[in-house]
């Protein structure tokens, strides 16, 4: 590697790296073999280790299921599920066994799948092919979930992922997979449980991930103050730390995310920094987030999503109150 | 005992309309000459908003589309068989039989502009919304024919889906529901031999999809899902042994003729020679030969239908863009709950005002 | 009605009394029917009802998928889901279709079905038979959410579930199906989004729900301390109101929930007192909750689960703090 | 072709043992005198396991327990099939397969006495734990056949799961998959004609359950599940298959003469008269009339088995309940993830601590 690479491509040559390095890795899912996915992610995987990259059929519980049994024979699967949503179709696969073979078993079965998934909206796409629902995932124990936000940190999360003892779903931003390049590192792994810092600032923090944390970026551009921005990237289990340490530093904190509302990680966050930070805050956290409504077709899609306008308003808000 | 043979099965193919437009006249539906030609008009329409919509995509005025060019005949024939009453359940791709329900294609043109509108259904009238995620609306329709023997009604559901959908469980699900529930409700796969780029044999080892059935104790037949009058004859029959509370599932094996949705390109995972191959056994074609050949169809009648097809087509597009600059994006907090929750109304006022206070 | 029942008559009183009422209804789920439910909850009803109560196949996303044909055709379906993890086999069409068939059709088709489902631990049953995923179901927007605790409160609010225009997932908690008996009034309707003030109090706001309201009464009794007590009933949508005035007039907060921590809905709550209490908050919001494991097996299912010890602890430090 | 015959399938059944303890012979699979009393053996163990589990269980020294008293034939049968390397994916009912599998008893009693230690894989061991939720396994068999076909291994995956399981649609799933992939796997259905109180006929239309292999073009296949020559031959010829890429749906046909679990009582959803019927086909009475038939089982021979079952069992007993003393509940914190994250680490210590800080 060591290329500027658009995230979709980080995915794939992270991808051809692991079934490289390591003859256990196995690669399938719905389309990833001759098509090279809907998304050209795995592209030219088929043809280079064609005994180990499959086309499988349409049946989510199945692509989630089967991955637990080839694990316990010592194979490392990767799956591709072809868009979030579809994920619920495997949802009990999921929560019922990958995420807790090791715990059930006493660490005697452990399952170290990595289930990539395209996630979240901004590409106008059709009806559920745009949702995010990282905070359910999070809230099942066991599980590590992922959303990586620029290409060089998708090959390394991918990569860590690949090679975690511990079942990952990585949430793969659709809106970023083409949207800018970057330089890519080979053999590049990031650790998992670590957030990012990746603007320092002393006036407030504005927690984001995926396409928001471009939204945010964007918004703090506008913004003539000393803003700090950290990328969770893995969003269970959560670096607490990090964001914890910021705002107590900063004393101010505005959290993003695209996904709905209500019972999202917003509210996670916000409770950890209420244990950890109260009595640091100089006013409220504010989240800045979708409605709580199903995402609506693409017409209206752009209404519900946040925008870096509503993120920027939503930060001045929180600097101007004292 | 020992060995014993206890149980036996036959899977049935059925086909009326030959490729090259004769017909088996013991099989042929007792369909009207104006029928005929409605039949064909409606065949007609629906590769025509097709073609019509791909090129609306390519210019950007419209979202992802998926075509059935190829499968008219599986779609209007099998939609030709319903009753006014009968309900239509319908995946992405059927906007060749929703017309025939008489879904304007307005509607179908307000879906692919990614607004909800299109998938508004009008009271007393007997469908669902389009279905995204695959094989999962089989179940519904197995609930409607459930729902409807319950209520003791004649009313059957009529429901699509794909070939790559029998993979999923909830397909199965669907059809074993209605085999112990004796639901009203004809399942018929459109076997287009493709799920995206994915071939049949990487779907199921199955040799026929029909023999799905079988599992769920119900029947199991298989058309030419190229041949109207086939599909038409096979589907009639499911529907009225649907009335009764026997559920069939009808396989239709047919062929996609154009890309999976405006976003595929099938270059990358077929070849043109089997494209061409499929070409030469278009539906409408050779329902064109027949009708031509019964003396039902010549070159005024034809140029009068394809006349009658484009202006509608362009009406829907003028009145569909119209619609779309009329679009209220705060709808999108209208229809969640029957009552909006105090939540939601702070959040719809939160961005009608913009900016005062987040959602 | 108007009996003194248990929490499983409860419901089965308010079943029998809306199939009465209401000839749309059907009841129908995994052993329902002849043997009355694994819990007894339905006993009696398909003898009563033999055309509108239904023992279904083993196959949860069937049994939540064809609510959404019966709903269509005019049936109100009430089905059993036989324990809550099992929901998970039929999330997809939880979330795909009966959460958002309103929304996906402006309101032209909708799906006034019931999910009942047996919810939470402490029954020592069987591995995956004690889970509580409510914040999982709250963040689905067009869901209703209820769990109710006690008698009374399950004839009353599952008689509205039943009525409702909109889906309802109804978490009935298996450890006070026949906990105490309570007197029940017949045709109890309460109204949904409400919460309800269990206890008033003016030193600290503890919400809690399902068997762990239990939990938190026996702790309250323990303490020598004013303290307002608030079950919300309903999950989502949920009534911020009851519980943010709450906390303007005590300044302390304590959520309790069986849930895992991360992700549950604690965090939300907390979010929401964040952003409209938090000037009168005289010390941080706590939360007692599941820890971020699977539930174990029984035998340790009670280090797992909070209890009032816990709890009495947790308002203890929340009490003691300044 | 207008009406066409396209697909024929028929569903078989295999008897070697009859009801009256006599066999074939020439389906007779060829076992040694000391197999075959293996064999009566472990079915006693399993009977005699499952009773005091039942009765222990009553004390209130017990969870809920699902008893498989009845099933004894179709599961020892086919874990005797099996070879050393080849893997169990059992469900919740299997202590009978599992024990012919070296399980010592003391981990299904630690199991079902609520410790994880009953569900630990001993390194080296090919075997899953058993899964709760109904139908979900035979994913994980249709994976490690597949993943064995990956590798060039010759192991085979054996999963059992229920008459009820097949109305899930993972199981179907299951099927197509192992279909597609040629998993190296076997898929045995034990019909004991109930899931919990549903009776087959509201399961399924389906005649019977083998034929839901058709739907996935593998073979379907059904035993006598009562007679454990059967069983065992039936299965060892689907795990030659299996080796060879072909996967096999085996139904074996057998009946729960007790209870679904301790939670459960029969009598609810059926008659007493049932029962009797099946109690005459008892699994082990059939196979010891034969047993003494053949000259190999005196009342020597049986009081022995039974006395070393007998203490076996009680031995077991003593240790899982010294286990349970010793239960570190502590524990949970452990296995959720490889290395522990900060905030597991962090609520282990509160955990530890009791009341310094929650979670
Ligand atoms: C549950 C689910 N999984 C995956 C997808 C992505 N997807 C859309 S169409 C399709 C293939 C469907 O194939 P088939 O059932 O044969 O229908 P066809 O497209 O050929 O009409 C897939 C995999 C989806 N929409 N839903
Ligand atoms: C997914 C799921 N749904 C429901 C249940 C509750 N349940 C446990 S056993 C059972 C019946 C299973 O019947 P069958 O497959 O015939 O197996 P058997 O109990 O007869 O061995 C049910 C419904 C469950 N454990 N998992
Ligand atoms: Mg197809
Ligand atoms: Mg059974």
Known sequence: MADRLRMVEAVRETLRAELERDDSVVVYGEDVGRAGGVFRATEGLLDAYPDRVFDSPVAEAGIVGVGVGLAATGLRPVAEIQFQSFLYQGFHQLAQHVARIRSRTRGT????????????????????????????????????????????????????????????????????????????????????????????????????????????????????????????????PLDTETIVESVRKTGRCVVVHEAPRTSGMAGEIIARITEDAFYYLETPVERITGYDVPVPLFAREDAYLPDADRIEAGIRRVLDRN | MPREDIAQFTIRSVQVLAEDGTVDEDLAPSLSDDELLDCYEAMKRARRLDERAISLQRRGELGTYAPAIGQEAAQVGSAFAMDEDDWIVPSFREQSALMVRETPPQQILEYAMGMEEGAEIPVDEHALPPAIPVGTQPLHAAGVGWGEAIQESPNVALTYFGDGATSEGDVYEALNFAGVYDAQTVFLCQNNRYAIST?????????????????????????????????????????????????????????????????????????????????ARDPIVRFQVYLENRGLLDEETKATIDERVESEIADAIDRVNAARDELDPADMFRHVYAEQPPELERQAAAFERKGDRDG
């Open chain 1, 109 to 236: 079965v452990t399952c170290p799948m990595t289930i990539r998934t395209p996630y979240g909206g901004g590409i106008h796409a059709l009806e559920l092919h745009s949702e995010s629902f990282e905070a359910g995932f999070a809230h099942v124990p066991g599980l590590t979930v992922v959303v990586p936000a620029s290409p060089a940190e998708t090959a390394g999360l991918l990569t860590a992922s690949v090679r975690s003892p511990d079942p990952v779903v990585f949430l793969e931003p659709t809106r970023l997979y083409r949207s800018f390049r970057e330089e890519v590192p080979a053999d590049h792994e990031l650790p998992l449980g670590e957030a990012r810092i990746v603007d320092s600032g002393e006036d407030l923090t504005v927690v984001a991930w995926g396409s928001m944390l471009r939204e945010t970026l964007e918004a703090t551009a506008e913004l003539d103050a000393d803003i700090e921005v950290i990328d969770p990237r893995t969003i269970s």
């Open chain 2, 199 to 279: 071939r049949l044999e990487d779907q199921t080892a199955a040799e026929t999809l029909a023999q799905k059935a079988i599992a769920a104790g119900i029947d199991g037949v298989r058309v030419d899902g190229n041949d109207v009058l086939g599909v038409y004859r096979v589907v009639s029959e499911a529907i009225e042994r649907a009335r009764d509370g026997d559920p069939t599932l009808v396989e239709a094996l047919t062929y996609r003729r154009s890309m999976h949705t405006t976003s595929d390109d099938p270059s990358v995972y077929r070849e043109a020679a089997e494209e061409d191959e499929w070409e």
